[in-house]
């Protein structure tokens, strides 16, 4: 009965209203690229200090799982991540967006994110005290293989390339490196520029890795962004409820997965949404249609990432241990409130936490109309929207969303360097995906193995840390069973690609060579920078320099051997002018920001953009309305950040 009383404090209009707002503003904060969950949590904060505890904290998680789902949006609609959670979601939901089933896809993903959210936040209301047991028994080495797992996706992801996704990944793991080492102190790979001594920003780099190549993409050809299906008629929710039924125990397990990877401290939603991808991927009847548009992925990753939320409460609540950036935020809201995390907490001041979760529980419920109806209008004004505002608005918003992480100049450069990379890369058969991944498993990764490897070495056990755990014996066998189990599928199927290396596959020898060779020489030149450094600070990507350098060397000699050679033109690695054209654009413009201001430098490059993506012949009442839907839409965003964000905005020798 006690707990039924907490529920109808829950209940309250006003705690409902201030779930239905924070629902609603995380789903908006979180379905614009750069503008993360975290941001959104820390610059509420000082507002819930005039709320009571319980309202104050709904709002708080309202926006927090708000965020979290709205990342989806991005990710089906502009192929970028809103969230870095939203990683896996791109695999799958994009291609169905292209399909001319962008409805469909946001449908799944807001059934699964809703389901996730309740088994996460239900598994907070009963199981909180012995699951926070869970994150206590994982040491350094758990950590370490738990990324490792993370990476196996690899393999799911890039049968038939697989040496090249595995290269990607390398590549993503010594990003991760830059700067001063995790582990250790030693400043790495930042070639004396005092901007890279905090490494490279995960959020910025992704957005540009997956978002950049979108972009220049865009303005190869008049044909649409997305196909806008007429068929799509039918119900979308109706069609989603028969897809979520059928795969109802593919929803649980990942739900299962993120409430557990949730309860890690610092493994978050990103971690959950690919260990959930690649599980749905090895146990699915239709494993060969990942990555093409598969509904499974939508629900796997939406779903895992989202139980997340409630998975991270329990260490926040029960250990004062925060799971992610915006768990330690409200962390610190808790504290501010006089409220002291603990086991005692659930006993001594249940009446708060329990109206908490309880709101929590009905904030997600509350997901579910606000996302069908906001990704209705999402999918439809995308679909419709023409390449000349499309395109200005995806590299507007790519931009400020790089900025506003830090309100740095440098993340926006840093942010159109890599995307630029990726869109190079991606022409010879290099995937951002396994880029990301590394990226965003680096940092666990190599402070585990350090940590594993400085014990280990101290008691001359350091192959039984490695290896003589339970649990890190348990996530290896399921890395090597993730890593074997898609390529077995694949020979099992008879698919063309049976064994990579004997494979005769079509790529411009002369291009391809030149590219490996530069990687081999790039890993030489960081090879010879380690010299200097601690062995802390240089275990770690002395073994993945070595392990790029041999991954090189199989590409090297298996183009040599099996490619065809094929000129570049008939590959269409070559760019067009227009491509070339929107890549100055926007290089100049993270170049220049500061020193002409964020207005005047936007603006000239939003319309910049414009023209470059017009395809129509020029007319002066359309092109006057475009400019004129420029300049409110700078302006609008500018406010935003500067007024309402309270972000500092660069202003330059002009406005």
């Known amino acids: 009965m006690e707990l039924l009383s907490y529920l109808v404090e829950a209940l309250t209009p006003l705690n409902l209203m201030l779930a ?21 949590v820390a610059v509420l904060v000082p507002f819930t200090y005039v709320m009571g505890p319980a309202s104050g904290l709904i709002v708080l998680g309202a926006i927090y799982t708000g965020a979290i789902y709205g990342g989806s949006f991005a990710a089906i609609l502009v192929n970028t991540p ?19 089933k962008g409805a469909l896809a946001i449908s799944l993903a807001t059934l699964a994110s809703v389901g996730g959210g309740v088994v996460g936040a239900i598994s907070l209301l009963l199981l909180a005290p012995p699951l926070a047991e869970v994150a206590l028994a994982f040491g350094p080495a758990e950590y370490f293989w738990m990324a490792v797992f993370g990476l196996t996706l690899i393999s799911a992801l890039s049968i038939g390339n697989t040496i090249k996704g595995l290269i990607g990944a390398c590549i993503g793991l010594i990003l991760s490196t830059v700067g001063v080492a995790v582990v250790g102190g030693d400043v790495r790979f930042t070639f004396d520029q005092v901007s890279l001594l905090g490494g490279i920003d995960i959020t910025s780099a992704i957005i540009g890795l997956y978002c950049m190549p979108v972009i220049i993409d865009l ?20 069609a989603a409820f028969g897809l979520v039924s059928k795969r109802k125990f593919n929803l649980l397990r990942s739900s299962i997965i993120g409430t557990v990877v949730g309860i890690l401290p610092g493994a978050g ?26 509904p499974d992925g939508i629900i796997a990753t939406e779903s895992a990432n989202n139980a997340t939320v409630g998975g991270g409460f329990i260490p926040t609540l029960v250990l004062g241990i925060p799971g992610t950036p915006p768990d330690a935020i409200i962390l610190g809201a808790l504290l501010v409130q006089g409220i002291k995390t603990g086991p005692t907490l659930f006993t001594e001041q249940g009446s708060i936490v329990y109206t908490f979760i309880y709101g929590l529980l009905i904030a997600t419920l509350l997901m579910l109309p ?52 990726a869109w190079v890369m991606a022409k010879f058969g290099f995937s951002a995906s396994p880029i990301v991944l590394g990226l965003v498993l680096g ?42 189990y898609p390529l077995w599928m694949a020979h099992r199927k008879k698919a063309k690609v049976q064994d990579e290396l004997q494979d005769v596959v079509a790529e411009n020898k002369s291009a391809t060579l030149i590219l490996t060779l530069a990687m081999m020489v790039c890993s030489g030149v960081l090879l010879y920078q380690i010299d ?5 600070g240089a275990v770690f990507p002395s073994y993945i320099l070595y392990a790029v350098l041999g991954l090189s060397t ?25 491509q070339i054209s929107v890549v100055v654009v926007i290089g100049l413009w993270t170049l220049f920001m500061s020193t002409l201001g964020f207005v005047f430098s936007s603006l000239l490059a939003f319309i910049s953009i414009m023209f470059i993506a017009n395809f129509d012949k020029p007319r002066l009442v359309p092109m006057l309305r475009n400019v004129s839907l420029s300049v409110v839409i700078v302006a609008a965003f500018y406010l935003l950040m500067k007024e309402v964000l309270l972000l500092r905005m660069p202003t330059g020798i002009l406005f």
């Open 82 to 100: 809103g969230t870095p959670s939203a990683i896996a979601t791109t695999f799958d939901g994009y291609p169905m967006a292209k399909q001319g």
């Open 20 to 40: 239905l707002v924070g629902v609603i503003a995380g789903t908006v904060i979180g379905a614009m690229p750069g503008l993360s969950a975290t941001m959104a």
């Open 269 to 294: 939603g990103s971690i959950a949404g690919l260990v959930a991808y690649t599980e749905a991927r090895r146990s699915s009847k239709e494993s060969d249609q990942f990555g093409n548009g598969a």
């Open 532 to 536: 200097g450094m601690s062995t802390l």
């Open 219 to 238: 303005v190869a050809s008049n044909t649409p962004h997305l196909n806008f299906a007429k068929a799509e008629e039918q119900s979308s929710l109706k």
């Open 554 to 578: 199989m590409l090297l000699l298996r183009v040599l051997r099996n490619a065809h050679s094929v000129p570049l033109a008939e590959l269409g690695v070559m760019p067009t002018r227009r």
């Open 370 to 421: 606000v996302g069908l109806i906001l990704g209705k209008y999402a999918y439809k004004s995308i679909a419709k929207t023409p390449k000349q505002l499309l395109v200005p608005t995806v590299a507007f918003l790519t931009v400020i969303g790089s900025y506003a992480i830090h309100s740095n100049p440098h993340d926006t450069f840093v942010m159109f360097s890599l995307g630029v990379l």
């Open 443 to 484: 940092k666990i990764a190599e402070q585990g193995f350090v940590q594993t490897y400085l014990i280990g070495s101290a008691q001359g056990r350091v192959m039984e840390m490695f290896f003589g755990r339970p649990i890190s014996i348990g996530i290896i066998v399921c890395a090597v069973f993730a890593l074997i």
